[in-house]
């Protein structure tokens, strides 16, 4: 094992044990091996900077680096945005420890010396973000290296194997280039990735929710802040916004579309699906502190003749996130609520049994314009887990779920 | 109405919106300054030079909105905090050393914070003993219970107290046109204690935490690049708020001691007779109620601010929402600070403070130039700010500006090594 902090500054020789110059940076190309360093950068005196492949390089040490050419075959420094650069693009840089589910900014970099075919390989093992390879930085280059690492062994270390780590990169061409992927961090609960995006600045969050599905990206962004969302969302363009709030509970939708300026909001609402778009404009004529504001539009409704039979049928028939589905709602024809059943009783009656021996009683419900405070206040008295919204002539408009509520009260705090 | 100019009230009334949205960050970092140190070297400053200093507020003030202007741009572009900026782009030793500076100078902002506090319940009659632990206790638990927040809300609402100045002032009947005549006009003179004092206003007013607590806070409120000319008011409104209440500090002072009075401050209850045209005999309870404020105020934000910059800065956790076991070093540092800051104040007398202020002002001394200097490179990158980097007219204003604070900075902390003449720091001093 042998660090960054280590390997940095190192002279290094050519065949014939002329001194090139000093190690400034290594680098990495993904598209070929993404852990093997593929060019070692040289300062060279003159302000000049080497480039030396991997073939070239004959030995590896704590002391000196070696090359197995002559000076001469040596080629100059030219930038190339298909290497990673470990100093340049990983040290003292945020990266996302997706083991951890963490934010952390890189201390150091763990490598290991592979002998190939008789000659030496570096591989990049771990990102060091423990407060021993911050004493290392601190140390580094005043004081001898294995008195550096018996002062820095007395502190914490901590490492992250290098395949838990995804870098961040906000340009997208370089991040091809880079084969930077998500698809660890897409493995994640939505809230952990919510967590993620809080801890990072605009453009790394661009960077995140644009390579992530838009399915992921919408639970994701449903875990920040709104005002976040809102300044995330318009910072994309509008059609990859459209199909991410597209995918958005319409009350979350709603709310983030309404803290957007309403010429960017027109325009994603004009990107997205009709079907979709209705039901958010639905939504967003409503005060923002009334129940309406609260409410969402995803819900099962059935006719209040309907028997179990029918409530199955209905929920087969539910496009939404099912896991919110914790009571139906009855109305009769004119659409005015009459009733709600809970899930668990439709589970446990016979498929012939009426709803509406069914449904709880009393019901509750709430105006559509009633006060967050009244919503709040009937939640805790009634232990609802989901409150339906209805008009001034009773027809029911949506319904209102405890995770709202449960966010309100947090917010308030 | 016409529709184009119904479209302008919308347009007006919107901006009027995402304005106050925006505000805040500049007005908090404004009022801030104005803590006990602020408030007792204006009013040396006015007591014992009467209006011949009023002509710095103006470069004073210049500086002020340039600098902190360049931080507030920096944050909304790049959304990070200039800790984090530093640390990405100069490396983790030199992060470490700027910490270890603010660490140090924050101490010191501290201990005046608490030895204001201090001296403010003095005039209620409260024994410093009793007062400081209580102050210490009261602001640590405001910010680690989280109702920090609604509390600002009043702290910024008292600022209102500043008000009483102007009216004092005006009670007072000073030479205005005289006052006015030395606010545009330079004036200078080669006496020791003329060059301390505006070396001693300079320092107060201008100093580095402003810059990484004003970055941070413009990138928690999250602006959006395309608001950032509201930010860019925010600052200007912030900072020319500051100089208005030091000029009328200064007038006051002016008018009252200068004029009439012993030309000294040796206490709080000295600095509060420029409020006696309006307050009368209530003015020591009005004036300990301003600088019970300012102190509270500042000693909140300070401590907290800095563990902040310092665990972000070396990547450590930190935040009022994770549990004091996952950011072990951002609470011990943050407790560390209320603590140690109230504990000098109680224990040590004055002169024994001194060293620690000392430390504080070299601490600043050393670290305003680095800040400026990394501050200026920063923004000019173009990788980083894009079309938002500075501008050529800028740069040329911006280094200017360094140099010169730079320049006085480390005189100050020259002049630090001569306590006789810093009634900035201890008021008590400044009569001998």
Redesign the interface.
Same mark, same amino acid.
């Given at each position: 094992m042998i660090y960054f902090t280590e390997l940095e500054n190192l002279p290094v020789f050519d065949v014939k044990g002329e001194f090139l110059g000093r190690l400034f940076d290594l680098g990495v190309n993904p598209s070929q091996n993404n852990l093997r360093v593929a060019t070692y950068l040289v300062r060279a005196p003159k302000k000049k900077m080497l480039c030396i492949t991997h073939e070239q390089v004959q030995s590896i040490s704590v002391r000196s680096v070696q090359t197995r050419v002559p000076a001469d075959q040596l080629r100059d420094f030219a930038p190339d945005e298909g290497l990673l650069r470990i100093k340049k693009d990983v040290?003292? *840089?945020q990266v996302i420890d997706v083991d951890n589910r963490k934010v952390? +900014?890189?201390?150091d970099v763990d490598f290991d010396i592979q002998p190939t075919d008789g000659y030496s390989e570096l591989r990049i093992v771990a990102a060091n973000?423990g407060m021993g390879a $911050?004493v290392r930085?601190?140390l *580094?280059g005043l004081a001898a290296k294995h008195n550096i690492r018996l002062v820095s062994g007395l502190f914490s270390s901590k490492t992250i194997p290098w395949e838990f780590i995804n870098l961040i990169e906000p340009d997208p061409a370089r991040r091809v280039k880079l084969r930077i992927s998500y698809d660890r961090l897409a493995e994640l609960h939505p809230a952990d990735i919510g967590d993620i995006l809080e801890e990072l %600045? +605009?453009?790394?969050q661009k960077a995140v929710i644009e390579s992530l599905d838009d399915e992921t990206a919408a639970q994701a962004l449903s875990e920040i802040p709104t +005002?976040?969302q809102a $300044?995330l969302l318009? %910072?994309i363009s509008p059609e990859k916004a459209a199909d991410i709030v597209e995918e958005m509970p319409p009350d979350e939708a709603a709310d983030v579309l309404q803290e957007m300026?309403p010429e960017i909001s027109a325009g994603v609402l004009a990107d997205m699906e009709k079907e979709e778009a209705k039901e958010v404009r639905g939504l967003l004529g409503f005060e923002e502190n009334t129940a309406g504001g609260l409410m969402t539009t995803e819900f099962v409704f059935v006719g209040d003749t309907a028997t179990v039979e029918g409530a199955i049928a209905a929920l087969k028939n539910f496009e939404g996130a099912l896991e919110w589905i914790h009571n139906l709602y009855l109305v009769d024809t004119q659409a005015v609520l009459t009733g709600m059943v809970p899930l668990a009783r439709i589970l446990l009656a016979e498929a012939s049994t009426p709803l509406a021996d069914l449904a709880a009683d009393p019901l509750i419900y709430l105006p559509v314009h009633a006060d967050q405070r009244d919503v709040v206040d009937l939640f805790h008295k009634y232990n609802l887990v989901t409150l339906p919204v209805v008009d001034e002539r009773c027809h029911l408009l949506g319904v209102v779920t405890s995770d709202d509520v449960l966010e309100l009260m947090v917010n308030r705090? | 109405m016409s529709i184009i100019s119904r479209q302008r009230v919308r347009h007006w009334r919107k901006t009027l919106v995402i304005f106050l949205a925006v505000v805040g960050p500049g007005i908090i970092t404004a009022n801030v300054d104005n803590d006990a140190g602020g408030i007792y070297t204006y009013s040396a400053a006015g007591a014992s030079h009467g209006y011949s200093l009023l002509w710095t507020l103006i470069p004073i003030t210049v500086a002020l909105i340039v600098v902190q202007e360049m931080v507030a741009r920096m944050g909304v572009v790049t959304g990070k905090g200039l800790a984090d900026l530093i640390r990405e782009e100069y490396g983790f030793r030199t992060t470490f050393i700027l910490m270890g500076l603010l660490l140090a100078a924050n101490l010191g902002n501290t201990v005046a914070n608490f030895a204001g506090f201090a001296s403010g319940m003095s005039l209620f009659g409260a024994s410093r003993f009793i007062a400081v632990p209580v102050g210490a206790l009261f602001v640590w638990l405001l910010v680690v219970k989280g109702t920090y927040r609604q509390v600002e809300k009043v702290f910024l609402a008292a600022c209102v107290f500043y008000l009483a100045y102007p009216v004092s002032s005006f009670f007072a009947h000073p030479d205005w046109a005289h006052a006015l005549v030395a606010t545009v006009k330079p004036s200078f003179h080669f006496d020791a204690g003329y060059l301390f004092m505006i070396i001693g206003l300079v320092g107060t007013t201008i100093a580095p935490w402003m810059q990484f607590y004003q970055q941070a806070s413009v990138v928690e409120k999250g602006i959006k690049v395309r608001d950032y000319k509201l930010v860019r008011w925010d600052v200007i409104i912030g900072m020319i708020t500051t100089d208005v209440v030091a000029f009328f500090i200064i007038v006051a002072c002016a008018a009252t001691i200068y004029t009439n009075g012993s030309r000294s401050i040796a206490s709080a209850a000295d600095a509060a007779v420029a409020l006696r045209p309006l307050a009368g005999q209530a003015a020591g309870i009005l004036f300990a109620f301003g600088l019970v404020n300012a102190s509270l105020f500042a000693s909140s934000i300070l401590p907290l601010s800095t563990a902040y910059y310092v665990c972000e800065g070396l990547g450590l956790e930190s935040g009022l929402d994770k549990r004091f076991r996952e950011a072990p070093t951002f609470y011990w540092l943050y407790t560390g600070l209320v603590v140690g800051g109230a504990m000098i104040v109680m224990i040590m007398s004055e002169e024994r403070q001194i060293p620690i202020i000392l430390m504080s002002q070299v601490a600043n001394g050393i670290l305003l130039p680095c800040v400026l200097i990394y501050m200026l490179r920063l923004s000019n990158r173009i990788d980083l700010m894009g079309e938002y980097r500075n501008s050529r007219t800028f740069n040329v204003i911006a280094w200017t500006t360094s140099i010169v604070m730079i320049a006085l900075t480390l005189l100050l902390v020259v002049s630090s090594f001569f306590p006789g003449r810093l009634p900035w720091i201890t008021p008590q001093s400044s009569g001998g």
């Open positions: 040290l003292d *840089q952390v +900014r890189v201390n973000v $911050a930085r601190l *580094q %600045s +605009r453009d790394e +005002r976040m $300044a318009e %910072s300026p705090k | -």
